[in-house]
């Protein structure tokens, strides 16, 4: 069983900056894809970056304030967030993907999740 464990939540003040870490217990070079999601209050958890093993997605609502990278080596993906905004509080949390050879459509493609790290934006 993979673990994941995210890392670099905390309360912010608008217009700062965060990165957050998600560690793997395996081998990343065995996902696929390795996604960033986030669950603001009262709202559905949405993807907001997507890592493949040659691509990036942004989710359209973060694009340019939002990128992620993904370190092999230390079977780690992280989000950078820059230019945080009250509207990016929630809770962040990673996924794994195994075996898909295209980009997840759905969030139950997903075969491992974090537990999540929470961001807090003081406005």
């Known amino acids: 069983q993979v673990r994941l464990t995210e890392s670099g939540g905390g309360l912010v003040e608008a217009g700062g900056s965060l990165t957050l870490s998600c560690v793997s217990s395996?081998?990343?070079?065995?996902?696929?894809?390795m996604g960033w999601f986030r669950q603001a209050p009262g709202k559905e958890r949405e993807d907001v970056a997507i890592i493949g093993r040659g691509s990036l997605t942004i989710a359209d609502s973060v694009r340019g304030r939002f990128t992620a990278s993904r370190d092999n080596r230390e079977n780690t993906i992280y989000l950078h967030i820059l230019k945080l905004r009250p509207e990016d509080n929630g809770t962040y949390t990673c996924a794994a993907n195994l075996g898909s050879w295209t980009l997840p459509k759905r969030q139950s493609e997903y075969d491992y999740w974090g537990q999540g790290t929470q961001v807090t934006v003081a406005s």
């Open positions: 395996g081998d990343t070079t065995n996902f696929n894809y």
